[in-house]
């Protein structure tokens, strides 16, 4: 069995080259084939669904080749668990990976309702088995001018949303996080850092595009808690903030969707907030983006690099804008 | 053995320059995580803060507890610059890589950094004229210039509450602590000070 799959991910993965990729920013076939070693080596043990009930622990979950891998070198695994963003766990970038250790994300259930035909509450087994598992390897570009490339294990968002058939009337989908301040010492204090649940919101046509994905994994595994247990959002054409994390409840909504960030600083944190060099942060210039974890330099600093309209994914979404003005529309 | 002051100065500047040393060492070993050139960035700009703290804190010590360490203001304030100063070049150098018209476009267009600027430049004026000649030359100007240290610290605050997305408690602590020393500043002639100047040597 675990020969079969090894052969299964040694296949010919078909890469994606958009136009907008440079060739520096590619990835030597060696590198990348020592990459697909160990990929393969730590997808060889999974099986999808094959995840103790009630073990927060990372279990193995393999997913089949995807056509949207990106040829960049991978973010390592320790840096993508150990800097992130998850305010429910605090502020600082390893307070996730240190504060989470207490949140139980299984057993789960997420909740679609709003405007659709079948409104249902699936639980994190059915969810698993919803869709095929594909790993995708997305750019990931975070407000704050830093950037990652994860390997993602998950399945389009559209598939979800097909199975509980939205209303004509439905124009957005609406996100919330779970809040458990018992398990997440980031909720309460003097100051919330936000108003709590974490919203966020997609027009249903952007919900419904291809790479949008719920991601159930990463690396050959399941999500760990500080990357959004059980199950996120990936955009991967927007700011990683729109890419909610342990999402409980899903509603397709007529008007457009309040969202956490847009709450706390409508100024600074658009409704849309697609990676654009063009339109600045009031803090950070959003030309440019330092990509964690590349070696080379004192410091790891390799510098920073360009950053691509719509995170490089232009190709693919640009048109779901036409005629919008994004330095509005931010 | 008592210490004489000579020596004290000087290890106030030794053991306060370790803690940039350190965290410039641990980058340099890549001991630092993700990412290690906003860790040292940040790191460098917490000091330069705790040292303008400490440098502010001078005058109630002398007031209130009665111990006179003002000999060390001038070390503790230097170290304040010498932190700001390494953390701009943290920015300049391995954050934007010396790219100047990133950096001008920075601080001509957000608030945070053009507020951190202007502390900066506050701070390296004050180190500039931190000698016996500008204090000879200055005369009781000398005196009104070095009163800029409390705009630096002020500035220093904002510029850390603007820096962050929402409000995380660290800034908001650092900006209290601030607010309460520049507040102290501003309270009417203190009797206790009148107390240190009648017991010169208030040891019991």
């Known amino acids: 069995?675990?020969?079969?799959?090894?052969?299964?991910?040694?296949?010919?993965?078909?890469?994606?080259?958009?136009?907008?990729?440079?060739?520096?920013?590619?990835?030597?076939?060696?590198?990348?084939?020592?990459?697909?070693?160990?990929?393969?080596?730590?997808?060889?043990?999974?099986?999808?669904?094959?995840?103790?009930?009630?073990?927060?622990?990372?279990a193995p979950l393999t997913g089949v080749k995807s056509q949207y891998v990106l040829d960049e070198k991978l973010t390592p695994l320790e840096d993508v668990t150990t800097y992130n963003n998850f305010y429910e766990f605090g502020t600082g970038k390893s307070d996730p990976s240190q504060n989470s250790g207490n949140f139980k994300p299984l057993p789960w259930t997420v909740t679609i309702d709003g405007l659709v035909n079948k409104p249902q509450t699936l639980d994190y087994d059915a969810l698993l088995k919803l869709a095929p598992m594909e790993e995708r390897v997305y750019r990931m570009r975070c407000v704050e001018a830093w950037s990652m490339v994860i390997p993602w294990l998950g399945f389009p968002l559209k598939a979800l949303l097909d199975r509980v058939e939205p209303q004509g009337s439905a124009k957005y989908v609406a996100f919330e996080t779970i809040v458990r301040p018992d398990q997440m010492p980031g909720i309460g204090g003097f100051f919330p850092v936000l108003d709590w649940p974490y919203r966020e919101g997609l027009r249903l046509d952007e919900a419904n595009h291809p790479l949008t994905i719920?991601?159930?994994?990463?690396?050959?595994?399941?999500?760990?808690?500080?990357?959004?247990?059980?199950?996120?959002l990936v955009v991967p054409w927007k700011y990683g903030f729109k890419g909610i994390k342990s999402i409980v409840r899903i509603s397709l909504v007529e008007?457009?969707?309040?969202?956490?960030?847009?709450?706390?600083?409508?100024?600074?944190?658009?409704?849309?907030?697609?990676?654009?060099?063009?339109?600045?942060?009031?803090?950070?210039?959003?030309?440019?983006?330092?990509?964690?974890?590349?070696?080379?330099?004192?410091?790891?600093?390799?510098?920073?690099?360009?950053?691509?309209?719509?995170?490089?994914?232009?190709?693919?979404?640009?048109?779901?804008?036409?005629?919008?003005?994004?330095?509005?529309?931010? | 053995m008592r210490l004489?002051?000579?020596?004290?100065?000087?290890?106030?500047?030794?053991?306060?320059?370790?803690?940039?040393?350190?965290?410039?060492?641990?980058?340099?070993?890549?001991?630092?995580?993700?990412?290690?050139?906003?860790?040292?960035?940040?790191?460098?700009?917490?000091?330069?803060?705790?040292?303008?703290?400490?440098?502010?804190?001078?005058?109630?010590?002398?007031?209130l507890i009665g111990l006179n360490w003002i000999r060390y203001r001038r070390a503790l304030g230097l170290l304040a610059f010498y932190y700001a100063a390494a953390h701009f070049a943290t920015y300049l150098i391995l954050d934007q890589s010396l790219d100047l018209?990133?950096?001008?476009?920075?601080?001509?267009?957000?608030?945070?950094?053009?507020?951190?600027?202007?502390?900066?430049?506050?701070?390296?004026?004050?180190?500039?004229?931190?000698?016996?000649?500008?204090?000879?030359?200055?005369?009781?100007?000398?005196?009104?210039?070095?009163?800029?240290?409390?705009?630096?610290?002020?500035?220093?605050?904002?510029?850390?509450?603007?820096?962050?997305?929402?409000?995380?408690?660290?800034?908001?602590?650092?900006?209290?602590?601030?607010?309460?020393?520049?507040?102290?500043?501003?309270?009417?002639?203190?009797?206790?000070?009148?107390?240190?100047v009648a017991q010169p040597n208030p040891r019991g």
């Open chain 2, 4 to 63: 004489s002051p000579r020596i004290i100065n000087w290890l106030v500047y030794v053991i306060g320059l370790q803690p940039g040393l350190w965290t410039f060492y641990l980058g340099v070993v890549d001991q630092l995580g993700a990412d290690p050139v906003k860790v040292l960035e940040h790191t460098l700009g917490e000091w330069a803060l705790r040292f303008l703290i400490l440098t502010l804190l001078i005058t109630p010590i002398r007031d």
């Open chain 1, 1 to 58: 069995m675990l020969e079969i799959r090894n052969e299964q991910l040694r296949c010919p993965v078909l890469i994606r080259r958009p136009a907008d990729i440079l060739p520096s920013e590619m990835t030597s076939r060696s590198v990348y084939m020592r990459r697909r070693e160990f990929l393969a080596g730590a997808l060889s043990a999974g099986v999808v669904g094959g995840i103790a009930a009630s073990s927060a622990a990372a």
């Open chain 2, 101 to 196: 018209a990133a950096v001008g476009a920075d601080i001509v267009k957000r608030p945070f950094i053009t507020v951190g600027m202007a502390a900066l430049v506050i701070l390296t004026t004050l180190a500039v004229t931190s000698n016996g000649y500008s204090i000879r030359k200055l005369g009781v100007n000398w005196r009104r210039l070095h009163r800029l240290i409390y705009l630096a610290a002020a500035l220093g605050a904002v510029h850390f509450i603007l820096a962050v997305k929402s409000w995380p408690p660290e800034p908001l602590v650092y900006a209290g602590i601030i607010a309460v020393l520049l507040l102290y500043r501003l309270l009417p002639k203190r009797r206790s000070r009148r107390r240190v």
């Open chain 1, 214 to 232: 719920l991601a159930f994994g990463l690396y050959g595994e399941t999500l760990p808690n500080q990357n959004g247990a059980p199950m996120r």
């Open chain 1, 255 to 330: 008007e457009q969707p309040k969202t956490a960030w847009n709450m706390q600083a409508p100024s600074e944190y658009g409704f849309y907030s697609n990676v654009n060099p063009a339109v600045d942060h009031p803090r950070w210039s959003q030309a440019t983006e330092r990509r964690i974890g590349e070696g080379g330099g004192l410091f790891g600093g390799g510098g920073r690099i360009p950053t691509l309209p719509f995170n490089g994914y232009g190709e693919q979404v640009a048109s779901l804008y036409a005629g919008m003005d994004l330095t509005k529309d931010y």
